[in-house]
């Protein structure tokens, strides 16, 4: 979908080698941006590469970066590479997370900080990162960042109790964020996806039980798709939602206001 939305923006789009980040980074291409494409590191590379020729052949200029986002060089790795290449970031998408989906009274430790750790330490690396750069910034002042939260920000899981805490630090982060750097003209914006289809879920999904619940669920119909996702949070990137700051915008078809 293209209504050059960031004509000339750089973007730099967090966990994009696959699912929703993919969708989002190949959106911005395609609506005039230039890449910053973050990844995990060898295990996506070839994801990764997928993404960066199709977001080339759209005409967009792109750097990679590899690294995990739960660790705070990668946030500034990420800004270093934005800044050598294209002098400046306009736009950052923090989109990285995982959901490995596990029952509560047995959830590791580990597995707790790892969440933790990867969802929402790694969004306040990489949007304090960025947000730093922004504020350096003239012709044009400020920025905009679009996290990507979830509609486990607002209601519980059983098998997600080590996730759901992230999603809505991650949506209290981007309310906070938009007081802190709104008057440098840095909007901060949060989309809460509901139940899409990604590599995330794809084993869940693939219980035909569990799929048809979801299904029923959407009042649209239908699961969400990766792209489902990319109008919404690009149109929060855009200079069309200038006055948007502090927002939290659901993507769900409908899922959080169904009583079925």
Not at 208 to 225: C, S
């Amino acid at each position: 979908m293209a209504f050059n939305l960031l004509p000339g923006k750089i973007v730099a789009v967090t966990g994009c080698s696959t699912g929703i980040g993919r969708a989002i980074a190949i959106g911005a291409a395609r609506n005039g941006a230039n890449l910053i494409l973050h990844h995990l590191g060898d295990s996506t590379q070839a994801d990764i590469q997928e993404v960066e020729r199709a977001c080339k052949d759209l005409g967009a200029k792109t750097v990679i970066v590899p690294g995990d986002i739960a660790n705070q060089e990668t946030a500034s790795a990420i800004v270093k590479a934005g800044v050598s290449t294209f002098s400046r970031i306009d736009v950052l998408i923090s989109n990285a997370g995982i959901c490995p989906f596990h029952s509560f009274l047995d959830l590791p430790a580990s597995l707790w900080k790892r969440v933790q750790d990867v969802n929402l330490n790694g969004a306040f690396y990489v949007v304090q990162a960025v947000a730093n750069q922004m504020a350096k910034q003239d012709s044009p002042k400020g920025g905009a960042i679009v996290a990507v939260s979830s509609i486990s920000a607002l209601m519980g899981g059983g098998e997600q109790c080590h996730y759901t805490p992230t999603k809505a630090g991650v949506k209290s982060l981007m309310e906070s964020c938009a007081i802190a750097l709104g008057p440098m003209g840095i909007r901060c914006n949060s989309v809460l996806p509901g139940t899409i289809e990604t590599n995330i879920n794809k084993e869940d999904l693939a219980d035909p039980v569990k799929r048809a619940d979801q299904e029923r669920r959407v009042p649209l119909g239908r699961l969400g798709k990766p792209e489902d996702l990319a109008g919404p949070a690009l149109f929060l990137a855009s200079d069309a939602a200038a006055y948007v700051n502090g927002a939290s915008l659901l993507v769900d078809g409908g899922m959080a206001i169904s009583l079925q």
